[in-house]
T-cell receptor, first 111, second 114 residues
Framework: ELKVEQNPLFLSMQEGKNYTIYCNYS?????LYWYRQDPGKSLESLFV?????AVKQEGRLMASLDTKARLSTLHITAAVHDLSATYFC???????????FGTGTRLQVTL | GAGVSQSPSNKVTEKGKDVELRCDPISGHTALYWYRQSLGQGLEFLIYFQGNSAPDKSGLPSDRFSAERTGGSVSTLTIQRTQQEDSAVYLC????????????FGPGTRLLVL
């Protein structure tokens, strides 16, 4: 059974600081997705990582994938309050594209 | 453009009643997914439809849960004899259907079983 773990579960950080969220998964996969969820809202797609070494960047967020280590990271640079949300990684282990989600990391950026 | 839509947005029901949740995927998307989000279990896959193929029902938690997709478009998730543990947000997603395609999520239906 595929397991996807994120850490930390909760992250409080000041504006302007940098931090990294980690996503570990237990089985071979080269398809990993990052989503953002605001309170009471649905999931918004952030990044799709489809190969070992893939790196994607959008604004202050950068995601990377190491399939050999079964690890993805979401790096936050110079955080701003608008980034406060819950971030989920999700892994697709096969051809069916049904996603297994991590536990989520609730990010709170304080002014 | 129009995204994935779901109805109702909120549903309160009594234990033992049946409920139907509806999902309208993005036009042209051949793949449709149902997920459930609850405090205790996080985000869980329920069922997956791809074109005219038999659905992948491997995530359905019990035989009280069923889903259908008519005409390759709209989908309905039915929960019979609801239980309190069915309370959750039910999310629908759709994609173009190939592997490696991003799934786009709807706003969800918040179900509360009293």
């Amino acid at each position: 059974e595929l397991k996807v773990e994120q850490n930390p579960l909760f992250l409080s950080m000041q504006e302007g600081k940098n931090y990294t969220i980690y996503c570990n998964y237990s089985t071979t996969s080269d398809r990993l997705y990052w989503y953002r969820q605001d309170p009471g809202k649905s999931l918004e797609s952030l990044f799709v990582l489809l190969s070992n070494g893939a790196v994607k960047q959008e604004g202050r967020l950068m995601a990377s994938l190491d399939t050999k280590a079964r690890l993805s990271t979401l790096h936050i640079t110079a955080a701003v309050h608008d980034l406060s949300a819950t971030y989920f990684c999700a892994v697709d282990p096969g051809t069916a594209s049904k996603l297994t989600f991590g536990t989520g990391t609730r990010l709170q950026v304080t002014l | 453009g129009a995204g994935v839509s779901q109805s109702p947005s909120n549903k309160v029901t009594e234990k033992g009643k049946d409920v139907e949740l509806r999902c309208d995927p993005i036009s042209g998307h051949t793949a449709l997914y149902w997920y459930r989000q609850s405090l205790g279990q996080g985000l869980e896959f329920l069922i997956y439809f791809q074109g005219n193929s038999a659905p992948d029902k491997s995530g359905l938690p019990s035989d009280r849960f069923s889903a259908e997709r008519t005409g390759g478009s709209v989908s309905t998730l039915t929960i019979q004899r609801t239980q309190q543990e069915d309370s959750a947000v039910y999310l629908c997603a759709s994609s173009w259907g190939g592997t490696q395609e991003t799934q786009y999520f709807g706003p969800g239906t918040r179900l509360l079983v009293l």
